[in-house]
């Protein structure tokens, strides 16, 4: 079967009010599913020569490094294929969409960024040379905080913007008939983050949009690939796997902060999508992963 052929929609835990999402660690393997989401990536790979690179209709075998910038909606993943390496480095930084708007992106100063982020849209692969540049800068935007770290990730992008022998990867784009571009999922998508820890059911959610249930599910599925218990499960999951890595608290009660009021239920789902135990993977986890 082509890679290509089963795309998910991953639900980051990125809310309304945060500004980005940034993951360093060192891995074995790559074990997420080809995959969109509406956020911006910036992913930066060392020691990963061999790895497959899938964005959008381009699939290429990587070098020991290298640095890409994803847009929004725009299916990517990665693939071990004739990697060899066991201790692969992988840093990506997640920011919504909007963070910055039109009006900003519009300044004279800006617009280096503007033009970088309408060509994401095909996925923008950097050169070998700047990815070398970029590594200590990049490697440490996990270290800084609040607007430490927006001034400094907002002057990476600046220079890389500016970067020479920029290559686009994907002859097609992401459509924008997207998730977030339809009223109704919108208002369900921040419902569901505003309630994720608590009770939520299908009629409320249906209700909410005034649709049946039954067109509602129909509905979800067709926007996210999932069903509507699904997609709450994806957001509750996602938050518990930030909360057992940054919090020192005891598994049941991060179950219990994110919804879950049946803890086999909870390692049932969290083994479903993470394909490990809560308590594996708060164990086995050998690297930052930070909400700003």
Known sequence: MNILDKVHREITPLSPEDSFLVFDRVKEN????????????????????????AIGDSIE???????????????????????????????????????????LLSRKI???????????IHGILFSKKISEEMFERISQVSKLDSMDYFLELTSILYDLANSRNQRLLSTYTATRDS??????????????QEN?????????AAELVNMSQVSFNRFMKKRTGKTFVDYVNDVRIGYAAIKLIEKDVSI?????HCGFNNIANFNRVFKKAKKCTPSQYKN???GIKRIL
């Open 30 to 53: 790559f074990d997420f599913p080809i995959h969109f989401h509406p956020e911006y990536e910036l992913n930066f790979i060392k020691n990963g020569k061999g790895v497959n690179r």
């Open 61 to 103: 075998e990587i070098d020991n490094i290298e640095l890409v910038l994803i847009g929004p909606n725009l299916h990517h993943g990665w693939i071990d294929n004739n990697c060899k390496s066991k201790e692969i480095r992988e840093i990506t930084i997640q920011f919504h969409e909007n963070l910055f708007n039109d009006e």
């Open 110 to 120: 800006m617009l280096p960024i503007k033009d970088m982020f309408d060509r994401s």
């Open 179 to 192: 998730f977030e571009n339809s009223d109704k999922i919108k208002k369900i998508y921040e419902y569901v």
């Open 196 to 204: 994720y820890d608590k009770k939520i059911t299908l009629p409320e």
């Open 252 to 256: 049941s009660e991060i179950a219990f």
């Open 284 to 286: 086995d986890f050998s």
